[in-house]
Structure formats: C-alpha cells, structure tokens
C-alpha cells in the first residue's frame, strides 16, 4: 500500500489510522497535495519496474538452480 491509498479522496490536513512499515507504526498527515506530469517521473517509474523484475528474475533462477542442483540458496535482500 502507498501513501497515495491512505489519503485518495482526502483533503489537506487530513490525519491517518496508525500504519505500520517494518517495525515501525507511523501516522500521517496530508500536508500538500501537489499534481506532477507524467513525463517527469517515468524515468523512475521505468527504473523501478525494471529492478523489481530483476530481482524476480534472481530469485526465479535461485530456486530453479536450487531445485535442479539439491543444494540451498538463500538470497539477501537489502532492507528498505
């Protein structure tokens, strides 16, 4: 869920219910809301999207050489 789904349809100053993230619980507060044209954060939206797919991909071939092999694998991921 993203900080977009907890205020759609909520006016400035609008506060949330308490969200947790990890081990962490935080309230929000909608303080602007600010309208960005596409073509400003397709980049990041690309770049996003093809590291997730990367790192699907890792795993896919982690567990398929894994499975083929009977060896153990196990992938760290970076927490965010």
Known sequence: ???NDFFSGKDVGSVSEVVQE??????LKLTEIKEIQ???V???IRHTILA???AQAVHEFA???KNENKIEVE????KE
């Open 42 to 44: 397709m980049e990041a």
């Open 52 to 54: 997730k797919r990367k």
């Open 75 to 78: 992938i760290l991921e970076e």
């Open 63 to 65: 567990e398929k050489f």
């Open 22 to 27: 990890g081990n962490q619980f935080k309230i």
């Open 1 to 3: 869920m993203t900080y």
């Open 38 to 40: 596409h073509y400003k």
